[in-house]
């Protein structure tokens, strides 16, 4: 269920964050969000293989988080780029 909703997040919230971002930036800030979901799993894959194994509410935070965005991305208006054209 986190792996199906993540696509919410990275494909809706990627493409509306860069129409906020200045041209010049937008490599820079693509990058750096693309970045992120890689190194988040490899910290908590380091952290639960030699720290921690309570793991459950971790991934019940993640869970409700991504079925928040889910929903929020429902109530998105209409891109603002197109707006202005």
Same mark, same amino acid.
């Given at each position: 269920?986190?792996?199906?909703? &993540?696509?919410?997040? #990275?494909?809706?919230?990627? #493409?509306?964050?860069?129409?906020?971002? *200045?041209? +010049?930036?937008?490599?820079?800030?693509?990058?750096?969000? &693309?970045?992120?979901? *890689?190194?988040?799993?490899?910290?908590?894959?380091?952290?639960?293989?030699?720290? &921690?194994?309570?793991?459950?509410?971790? #991934?019940?935070?993640?869970?409700?988080?991504? #079925?928040?965005?889910?929903?929020? *991305?429902?109530?998105?208006?209409? &891109? +603002?780029?197109?707006?202005?054209?």
């Amino acid at each position: 269920m986190q792996g199906f909703l &993540s696509t919410v997040r #990275v494909s809706i919230g990627y #493409v509306y964050m860069l129409e906020f971002i *200045a041209k +010049p930036n937008q490599t820079i800030v693509g990058t750096w969000f &693309s970045m992120q979901t *890689a190194i988040i799993s490899l910290l908590a894959t380091l952290y639960f293989s030699s720290i &921690s194994t309570h793991w459950f509410w971790f #991934v019940m935070i993640g869970v409700i988080l991504l #079925v928040f965005c889910c929903v929020m *991305a429902v109530m998105l208006p209409e &891109s +603002p780029k197109y707006l202005l054209k």
